[in-house]
Structure formats: structure tokens, C-alpha cells
């Protein structure tokens, strides 16, 4: 019987070990034809943050007191009965490693199979609805219809693996502060544009050009695809990737508004290049600072000759907007 095969349909397959023995439950299992293991061992992060005691922004208070669980390695077989047999065999390869005496501690190679779709992908999605931000924007994604927009600018959006949904806090205070400093004609200058989001909307908002950069030649491409949804014309807008030193000598310095929406290290080590391609009196708006990092990103702005600093905040999140004298 021919049977037909969904290929978004899999078995997930997982196997609690030891980490000193995954390297060899993992060749084991290749003997079954499996390939591309995952490996998740919660110890890790915790290791790595112990043994880097860095001034880190912010980490996630789950990865530090994320349970003491054993390493688990994932893989995958087909959810049809080629797939189904080969799962077995990998039982049965697993049971034969807890028989023979290998001088390893496989620990308790606790084996589950699940049928699972492979939707994963594109289930945030569902979740990624149009949403207004401040009085002038909404922004909305191309596979949702744009509700009625009563008189704001529209931008379409697809974030694909960039940062910048435009929900995010820090996101959603540049917006903020965009819609507000933007006039007809103006330049901006985005660092670190991630999905163009910011950009964008500024050229939405009545911008005559727009530079884009990012160290991500990933999110570059897809910045430019986002400024194709919205109907940019190319001659509008450049995209780059690199960083800040790259664009000397490729555009005329001089920008009205410079936006940087990263963390605070970052912020604070452009602090002293970003006067060279902004005008006097132009606005510098940074995102992306973490509370509590806030007064470090200000003594660098000030250091390189803004003023007028107006700090924004939402949660954990700080956004600063200043003026280059």
C-alpha cells in the first residue's frame, strides 16, 4: 500500500543520559540511521554564566534557576511506518546499552517517542496581530489584514528570524519617540536595523531617506525585503551590513535623526562615532538599555557632546533621546 506522508508529520524521539556519556549514545543511535542530534543540557547555562562573570544586561531568571535535570538528546524519524520502525530499533539499541558493561554512566536512558507536527515555525504567528503604537503608527503583519487605520501610517511587517516586531518595550519607545521627531524630508540613520522596523516607519512617517545597518547581513535582506512590502522606492532607502566605521565615505554624513535600538554596551561604544555622521541639533535616539544601565549610557552621550537627554521608560527597558550640539 502506497502510503502518503505529511512531511510536517514526525516522530520526536528523546533520551535521557549522562553528559559524559551523550558523544556515545549518540554513535549508538547512528547505527539505527539517525542523524543531527540535540543536545539540551540545562547545566550548561548555568556553567557558562559561572564562568563568565561578566556585567551581563539582562539574563533570563529561568536559565539561572532552571532545575539540576539530566542532558537530553533529540532526534527525529519520519511518522510513517518506515519512521515507526526505526524508533523501535533505537529502543532496542538503547536497551542493549544499559545490558553491556561500557565503563559509562548512561544514566537512565528514559527513551519517549511523540508524533509531532512541524509547525513550530510559524506558530508565533497566530500571536502577531496588528497593534497601534503611539498616535501616528500601526503596524501590522502581511498575512493579516490591516483593520481600519484612521490616519496612521501602515507598516507591513515581517520580522522572519530579525529582531524588531515593534512589541517589544524597547522597540515600541523608539516608535514612540520617532512619531514625534519626524518631519517631512528629513534623514535618518538606523544601527542595528534588525527588521527595518524603525526605519521604515520613519520613511512612512514622511522621511525623504533612509541608511540602514547591521552587522546581521541576515537582517539586512530581510530589512530590504520589508521596505519592498511597504512599496519604498529603492532610491530612498540603502541598506548595509557592517558596522558604523563601514559607512564612511558611502553616505554624506549629516543625518537629522540617528536611531539605535541594541543594548547598552553597544550604545555606549557609539557613543564618540555617532557625532560624525549626525547634524548639530540633530536627535540621537537610543533603546535597548536595561534599567540600571541607564546612567553609564548617559555619561558616554554627554561625554560625546549631547544634551537635552530625555530618558523614556517601560518595564525593565530605558530609551534615550538627546540632541548632538
Request: charged letters at 25%; one cysteine or more; hydrophobic letters at 45%.
Amino acid at each position: 500500500m502506497d502510503e502518503r506522508i505529511n512531511l510536517t508529520d514526525w516522530i520526536e524521539c528523546t533520551v535521557e543520559t549522562e553528559r559524559a556519556a551523550a558523544e556515545a549514545v549518540c554513535a549508538a543511535l547512528e547505527t539505527a540511521g539517525f542523524r543531527n542530534f540535540e543536545i539540551d543540557d540545562p547545566a550548561e547555562m548555568a556553567e557558562f554564566l559561572a564562568e563568565n562573570p561578566l556585567n551581563w544586561d539582562y539574563v533570563d531568571e529561568a536559565l539561572l534557576n532552571a532545575p539540576k535535570s539530566p542532558p537530553v538528546i533529540k532526534f527525529y524519524a519520519a511518522a510513517n511506518e518506515n519512521g515507526r520502525r526505526q524508533a523501535d530499533f533505537a529502543r532496542l539499541i538503547l536497551d542493549d546499552l544499559k545490558k553491556a558493561d561500557y565503563g559509562l554512566d548512561f544514566g537512565s536512558l528514559r527513551f519517549t517517542a511523540r508524533e509531532v507536527r512541524d509547525d513550530w515555525s510559524d506558530k508565533w504567528k497566530e500571536h502577531y496581530k496588528p497593534f497601534t503604537v503611539g498616535e501616528r503608527l500601526l503596524i501590522r503583519p502581511p498575512w493579516e489584514e490591516a483593520p481600519e487605520a484612521g490616519g496612521r501610517a501602515v507598516v507591513t511587517l515581517d520580522p522572519a528570524s530579525a529582531f524588531g516586531t515593534g512589541q517589544h518595550h524597547s522597540t515600541r519607545m523608539c516608535l514612540e519617540v520617532l512619531e514625534r521627531k519626524v518631519t517631512p524630508g528629513i534623514r535618518v540613520l538606523d544601527i542595528g536595523c534588525g527588521s527595518g522596523i524603525l526605519a521604515l516607519s520613519a520613511l512612512l512617517l514622511g522621511a525623504s531617506r533612509a541608511v540602514l545597518l547591521d552587522i546581521d547581513r541576515n537582517a539586512v535582506e530581510i530589512a530590504l525585503q520589508n521596505a519592498a512590502l511597504n512599496g519604498i522606492p529603492p532610491e530612498k532607502i540603502i541598506a548595509r551590513a557592517g558596522d558604523l566605521a563601514s559607512l564612511a565615505g558611502l553616505v554624506e554624513p549629516g543625518f537629522d535623526i540617528v536611531v539605535s535600538n541594541i543594548v547598552a554596551d553597544a550604545i555606549i561604544d557609539l557613543s564618540p562615532l555617532v557625532p560624525r555622521f549626525i547634524r548639530r541639533g540633530g536627535a540621537y535616539i537610543s533603546s535597548g538599555i536595561i534599567s540600571g544601565r541607564e546612567n553609564e549610557v548617559i555619561d558616554a552621550l554627554k561625554k560625546a557632546g549631547f544634551h537635552d537627554l530625555e530618558i523614556f521608560s517601560s518595564e525593565d527597558w530605558r530609551c534615550v533621546l538627546c540632541v548632538f550640539s
